[in-house]
């Protein structure tokens, strides 16, 4: 009768478990915390980046919707971007693809290396290529003769 009230300590061994796992447990969840929170800010930083291929081809398509006019084909070839009269402004995160010319990044975060299609002789679609964080997938953009914009391989781990 005398045991239901008891309280009973645990034993030394069960004391010194109990203290090991409360010391290693925060360590672990802190590190995978930590580890998400850097892979978010690598991700945040990569949508800035792709914020800058996208306006870089519209701007291409632009020039190439204009050069159309004006020649009736679209630029292609090896002196396609000097046909169009298009080049960076400042430095630039990915390289441009358009016919079998291509513009390299001045600003490369990692090496990426992108083997672009046989060049069409309509000089599309353009492609432009980069590797936005520490991994070996590449990110791929290109936007075809009607405008259409696709991230065809994505480099984020998050959409």
């Not at 960076?88 to 990426?112: H, L, Q």
Request: glycine share 8%; aromatic share 12%.
């Amino acid at each position: 009768m005398g045991q239901m009230g008891q309280y009973r300590a645990p034993s030394k061994k069960r004391r010194y478990l109990i203290i090991a796992v409360s010391i290693q447990v925060p360590p672990i969840i802190w590190v995978l915390v930590i580890m998400f929170v850097v892979k978010v800010a690598e991700d945040q930083n990569a949508k800035t980046v792709q914020a800058e291929v996208k306006h870089i081809l519209r701007d291409i398509y632009k020039a190439q919707e204009n050069y159309h006019a004006a020649n009736g084909v679209f630029a292609s070839g090896p002196d396609c971007f000097s046909a169009l009269g298009w080049g960076p402004e400042g430095n630039i995160s990915y390289s441009y693809y358009c016919g079998s010319d291509m513009i390299e990044a001045t600003r490369k975060f990692w090496v990426c290396d992108f083997d672009p299609p046989t060049p069409s002789r309509t000089g599309f679609p353009i492609y432009g290529v980069g590797n936005v964080d520490p991994d070996l997938q590449c990110d791929v953009w290109t936007i075809d003769e009607k405008g259409n914009l696709e991230n065809v391989e994505r480099d984020l781990w998050f959409p």
